[in-house]
């Protein structure tokens, strides 16, 4: 599983991005993805204050490579 992130700009909230981490949870199950996922979502936030997670999902491997 990979952690993705829609992230926008706080200066200009109409300008989002995915922003695919390197965090990848290749053995868990998409429950175990879920659970991991919220500190490592703060602190990815904290780390780039001019960007704003609007939301966030686990994604399967298999569509990183469809990509």
């Given at each position: 599983m990979d952690l993705v992130l829609v992230v926008c700009l706080v200066?200009?909230?109409g300008h989002c991005r995915p922003?695919?981490?390197a965090y990848s949870y290749e053995a868990a199950a998409?429950?175990?993805c879920m659970a991991a996922a919220p500190p490592i979502v703060a602190e990815w936030t904290e780390t780039h204050p001019e960007?704003?997670?609007a939301r966030w999902r686990c994604e399967p491997?298999?569509?990183r490579a469809r990509r």
């Open positions: 200066a200009s909230p922003e695919r981490l998409p429950q175990a960007w704003s997670v491997l298999e569509r």
